[in-house]
């Protein structure tokens, strides 16, 4: 019928129809089938990583006489030095976060060099901590004839009126007290690229206006820092430092090949004081017992950081009129610009010293550094290639491959039920709070327990199962990391998604191109921790496995005399991670932190 009365311009029809069945609810209803999507991901959970969990912590209790804390008495007296050396471990890590963010600031200042300087910070990401230990064990090698920093401390010497002669020693540098700045040195280079370029994004990521207010209503520069910028930039500070500490509690690779033997009892931290212990009969339970300890500790540092990913700070609108920034004096900016070219030559150093030594004799590489004239040779590789070297970039390559397609086909079913499931808050907070603690679990936690099982089962040294254990040490942050972003994209998008709407299609594009930075990011992330692992395999499958880094710690272990094959194994065994971490950089760092870094 038509409306006569309706007002000018306005023309209702309203056609009449009877009502007929029962109400139907605004939501479609959810089934239980959905989460069927989750059972592959708790299965591989529950069977690589709780269960052995379980049997560690009861390992850990048991005692001839019950259950009580002997083991963990027997562990301490056994490992009290390298519990300090863990913590003192800790507050590098903390420095190297302070180091990072301080040179993201002064990053904005030169915006010429920015983009080499993060070229070279970010190569040694993407390198296995054993390469990046490889690197330091030839720039310190302690003879000057072979070390770049012993030679050059020799001519300095020299220089400065001490004698020529060949009996004058350089500084030990890996010997007690030094090595310290040697791995303290590995271990930044490391990882300071990670924490700039997250820093910078935040950074990036704060509105030029808010800043400009602040300026123009008189607020200092430390005002502005502490009430502006490190508000804003908590999420990113939470995931740095959840990722530098957690790497410090987990030191292993870079003792091992870095600390020669001499010295190793005084350089132990918990996770190489834990292999050792594994290995002398009759100690299982305070290796078990010293495992809780490291577990127990990394595991609340996760849980106390967990508010920081969080936090969103709210960005106050666009003012009218600001006064245009005060531009930065030339001599600050050339000295910047000074200082961000020495980073980028400092940094640099390692990795040309290792290609230089690699395209060496191995002879020539035994008696003489890199820098001594002689022509270039690819003897080195063909020595390498006898070790093994190409059998071990095949097995690593699809192991990687394998446990990144795991992680993958797992993670975001899950991710996707624990977003837009429809489960209880209080079930979403618990399970939230499970992967936090699974993402954290150290290796020590579980390779035990699992190494009995492949060695009763036959299956050591073999792909699959391991491919399986590297998926289920991953899956937990690959979740976390995508459930963030998934809560992220909005729910009309969502919504609109569903399948049998209209305009379906174009919808899910919308949210796939939201959600994509995330996905790449898991998978880039996986693929490369996978390829550069060394306690995983060497822990869990033993020596039957054929990784790129046991084959480098098998050669580290007689560096005297195989250094050009050395460091043509770590350039090799590097290029394939740096290029496909390089390549997707930007989009990982989207995906960490939902900024773009520039």
Do not use: C
């Amino acid at each position: 019928m038509i409306d006569e009365q309706a007002p000018a311009g306005l023309r209702l029809e309203v056609a009449g129809r009877g009502m007929a069945g029962p109400p139907v609810a605004g939501a479609p209803r959810r089934g239980w089938n959905r989460y069927l999507l989750v059972v592959p991901a708790v299965a591989v959970l529950a069977a690589v990583l709780v269960v052995p969990i379980g049997i560690t912590v009861w390992q850990a209790f048991a005692t001839g006489g019950g259950l009580g804390f002997g083991n963990f008495a027997a562990a301490w007296s056994r490992a009290g030095a390298a519990v300090a050396n863990s913590l003192l471990w800790l507050l590098i890590a903390l420095g190297v976060v302070v180091v990072g963010f301080v040179i993201a600031l002064l990053s904005q200042r030169v915006r010429r060099v920015w983009r080499p300087l993060l070229l070279v910070l970010v190569i040694p990401v993407g390198m296995s901590t054993m390469v990046v230990g490889v690197m330091f064990r030839l720039i310190f090698d302690p003879a000057p004839e072979l070390g770049a920093v012993s030679a050059l401390a020799a001519a300095l010497h020299h220089v400065f009126g001490g004698s020529a002669d060949s009996s004058w020693l350089p500084p030990p540098w890996l010997g007690p007290g030094l090595i310290w700045l040697v791995l303290i040195s590995a271990f930044t280079v490391s990882w300071l690229g990670f924490a700039v370029s997250l820093f910078r994004t935040g950074l990036d990521g704060i509105s030029p206006d808010v800043i400009r207010v602040a300026k123009v209503e008189g607020i200092g520069w430390l005002a502005r820092l502490r009430t502006i910028i490190l508000p804003t930039l908590r999420p990113v500070t939470a995931i740095v430092v959840l990722t530098l500490v957690l790497s410090a509690a987990r030191l292993f690779d870079l003792v091992l090949v870095v600390v020669p033997q001499p010295v190793s009892g005084r350089m132990d931290v918990v996770a190489t004081r834990w292999w050792q212990l594994t290995s002398a009969p009759g100690q299982a339970g305070p290796a078990a017992a010293l495992a809780v300890l490291l577990y127990a500790f990394v595991a609340v540092v996760a849980l106390v950081g967990m508010p920081g990913l969080r936090h969103r700070w709210v960005v106050p609108e666009r003012p009218a009129e600001v006064r245009a920034p005060r531009p930065v004096r030339r001599w600050r900016r050339w000295a910047l610009s000074a200082l961000g070219v020495l980073i980028i030559v400092v940094w640099a150093f390692p990795e040309l010293t290792t290609l230089a030594t690699a395209f060496r004799d191995p002879v020539d590489a035994g008696l003489s550094g890199w820098w001594r004239p002689v022509a270039p040779s690819l003897e080195s590789f063909v020595e390498a290639a006898r070790a093994g070297l190409w059998g071990a970039l095949l097995d690593t390559a699809l192991l990687a491959v394998l446990a990144t397609g795991l992680v993958l086909v797992l993670a975001v079913p899950a991710a996707y039920v624990l977003s837009w499931g429809g489960l209880p808050r209080w079930v979403a907070r618990g399970l939230t709070v499970l992967l936090v603690v699974l993402a954290v679990t150290p290796v020590q936690m579980y390779a035990a327990p699992l190494g009995q099982v492949f060695s009763a089962v036959g299956q050591s040294g073999a792909q699959l199962p391991l491919a399986v254990v590297h998926a289920a040490a991953g899956l937990p942050f690959a979740v976390l990391l995508l459930r963030w972003k998934f809560t992220s994209v909005p729910a009309n998008l969502v919504a609109g998604a569903t399948p049998g709407e209209g305009g379906a299609r174009a919808e899910l594009d919308r949210v796939w191109r939201q959600a994509r930075p995330a996905v790449v990011a898991v998978a880039v992330l996986e693929f490369v921790q996978v390829w550069n692992d060394f306690a995983i395999g060497f822990l869990v499958s033993g020596t039957g496995t054929n990784p790129l880094t046991l084959l480098l710690w098998g050669q580290a272990r007689q560096f005297a005399t195989s250094a050009g094959p050395v460091a043509a194994s770590a350039a090799v065994s590097s290029l394939v991670p740096v290029v496909v971490l390089l390549a997707n950089w930007r989009t990982v760092v989207r995906g960490l932190t939902g900024g773009a870094l520039r």
